[in-house]
Every structure is written in C-alpha cells, then in structure tokens.
C-alpha cells in the first residue's frame, strides 16, 4: 500500500555528490564548485542587504539580475528566464514540455538529473549511447523523435564540448525542443548561445554555481525565444529567486572580468593536471570544464572505485560513479594549484 503516484513509488531518488559539512578538513573535488571565493563585489552587495529588502516579496522576474545578464550577455531581458539554480530551470522544463506519451531524450552518459526529472513526469525517457569519443550521435537523437532532447555542452561527466555545427543541425532537424545545458560555458572557449537567435526552438541553460562560485546562493537561468519562455513561466513558482540571490546574483554576473580571471586559473591548472595524469598513466577525455574525466591503466595498483575510496581516506573527495561506462573511471575537479598538487601526489605514491 502506498499513498503516491505508481511513478514516483517506483523513482530511486536522485543522490547529489557527497556534500561533508563546512568544518570537515577536505580537499573537494567531487561537485565541480569552483576552488576560488565569490566576486567581492557580490560580497560587498550581500554586507549591504537591508531588511526591509527582505521584508517584501521578491519581484517574480528577478528582475534586477535579468537586467545584470541581459546587459552580460546582450540579449533583450525578456529573452532570460531566472531560476532557483538551473536545476530548477530544468523542473520547469519538464513541467512544460514532458507528460506520459511524450519522449523525453539525451545522449548518455550525462547529467543524471534528467531521467529523475523525465521519471517525475511519467514521460517516457529514451537515452542514447554516446561513442567512446563522445561525439554527438546526431542521427540517433534526431531519429529518437524527442518532445524536449537535452544536451550538456561542455558535457559532464566527460568534458567534452559538443561543436557548435552539429548543435545546430539537431535543433534544424528536432521537430521538438532542443536544450543545451551550459552549465560549464565559462570553462570553455565557444558557446552555443548564438544559437537561440537562429532557432525558436532551442533554450540555453546557464548557472552562477559553477563559473561564478556561487553554488550555494542557488541562481541560474535561461535563454531563448520570448515564446518558449512564456509557458515555462506559467509553470514556475510565483517568487521563486530570493531577493538576497537577486541581488548578490546581479553584482556576480556584471563581474565578469573576476569570473574570467579565475577561469583562466582554472583552465591552466586543469592542463598541468591533465598532463601530470596523463605521465602517471592515465586516460583523459579532452575538457572544456572544471574537471577531468580520467581512467587508471589497467596497470596502475588500484581500479577506479578503491582509487575512490583510498584518496577518500586520504581526505581527497572525487566523484565515482557505479554505473555503467563510467565504473572504470574517475571524475575529478579541477582545484586549486595547491589542491591538484596534493591530489597527483596522493596518486603518485600509489
Ligand atoms: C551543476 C549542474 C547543473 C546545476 O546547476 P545549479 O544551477 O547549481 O542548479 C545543471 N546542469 C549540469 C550539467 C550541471 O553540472
């Protein structure tokens, strides 16, 4: 006997990567958050909230911060949509576009918050193998006849980053929605935003947790047509950003500049650390993220889940995954300098 839907009965939850409590002395590497502080000038706006800010409801819109990104990215404010974190932009996706008969598709392995989200919806959620390389299996998603088929660009777990040619033959030949979640963009050299422009059928999904180091303020958007836009408004919570968020958000996306300059710390870390793995043996997908995608030779003494557990004992958290494909592997943050240095002599010893 149970009181919920048949679907959600059946749903194993979704399990988030290990969050240890602030005080526990570890060296994270297992969620992707970026290893440097906040923009100081959003610091600086969070000091300075004043309580009467928080007193009233927020604006629906958040519309100081849709100001701040429309002004980043030059795009008109009633192309960004802004929500509690992309994830929930993501919800709001489903809501709109995803419903029992209609299918829901994405190439694997990816982000695994999809099949949760395609499950709470009872769609009907059609996964398509990516190749070893990673390379976009256009004809197979366009063939899947998807209602919404999502894409993360630069991909996670592998890094990759999908070439802005073939995002744009998919969204041509997809008679339904093509999503291509960004959530790694800052990392990368291209985007695909260029792209809601070309086509009213494609949405852009960015977050401020990853690029912006802002993973716990919980603030993303998205971009695309003012008619795409307009139903997933209808199914998103009236106040659903803070006003804090808002406002703290709108001071991080204008500090572009400081988000830049941590990107490029991050990116000339992650090809030292590549490298360094890379000497030490092992396989490495081509990243255009904040982290590594890296296989142990079969040579080196531990597989890819002990190698997990020992560098955990070591207080190093990475993020393995057992599941298929990706059982044999490893997905790692890039940190700090000092951080990927404690990381390869952990392994190095080894
Ligand atoms: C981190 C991540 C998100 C979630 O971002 P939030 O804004 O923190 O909710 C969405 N998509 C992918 C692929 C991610 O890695």
Redesign the pocket.
């Known amino acids: 006997m149970t009181y919920f839907r048949p679907n959600i009965q059946a749903l194993s939850a979704y399990i988030p990567g290990e969050q240890p409590s602030p005080e526990t002395k570890v060296i994270k590497l297992n969620t992707?958050e970026n290893p440097y502080p906040p923009s100081p000038k959003a610091l600086q706006v969070l000091r300075n909230i004043d309580g009467e800010l928080l007193r009233r409801y927020p604006h629906p819109m958040a519309e100081t911060f849709r100001q701040a990104a429309s002004q980043a990215f030059g795009v008109p404010p009633d192309w960004i949509l802004v929500g509690n974190?992309?994830?929930?932009i993501?919800t709001m996706i489903f809501r709109g576009f995803a419903e029992p008969g209609r299918k829901v598709v994405y190439p694997m392995p990816?982000?695994v918050?999809y099949r949760t989200l395609s499950q709470i919806q009872d769609a009907e959620t059609i996964e398509i193998p990516y190749p070893e390389d990673y390379r976009l299996p256009v004809e197979e998603l366009v063939k899947a006849g998807g209602s919404v088929t999502f894409v993360?660009s630069p991909n996670?777990p592998s890094g990759t980053q999908i070439p802005l040619d073939l995002l744009d033959t998919l969204a041509v030949r997809l008679s339904g929605v093509l999503v291509i979640?960004e959530?790694?963009v800052d990392f990368a050299e291209t985007s695909a935003l260029e792209l809601v422009k070309k086509h009213d059928n494609v949405i852009v999904?960015r977050?401020?947790?990853?690029g912006y180091s802002l993973?716990g303020l919980?603030?993303?958007f998205a971009i695309a047509h003012p008619h795409l836009l307009s139903g997933l408004i209808k199914v998103k919570d009236s106040y659903n950003v803070d006003a804090i968020s808002c406002l703290v958000g709108a001071a991080a996306i204008a500090d572009s500049e400081y988000k830049n300059a941590n990107a490029e710390k991050i990116k000339a870390t992650r090809s030292r650390m590549a490298h360094q793995l890379q000497e030490l043996g092992f396989k490495i997908w081509s990243s255009q993220a904040n982290f590594l995608l890296v296989q142990p030779a079969s040579t080196f003494p531990h597989n890819a889940e002990s190698l997990y557990q020992n560098l955990k004992q070591q207080g190093i958290l990475v993020r393995y995954f057992p599941q298929p494909r990706l059982n044999d592997k490893l997905r790692i943050t890039v940190g700090t300098p000092e951080e990927t240095e404690a990381l390869i002599s952990a392994i190095a010893k080894f």
Do not use: H, I, P, Q
């Not at 974190?85 to 929930?88: C, N």
């Not at 977050?207 to 990853?210: A, E, Y």
């Open positions: 992707n974190g992309s994830d929930e993501l990816t982000y918050l993360v996670s979640d959530a790694y999904t977050t401020l947790s990853k993973a919980r603030l993303g």
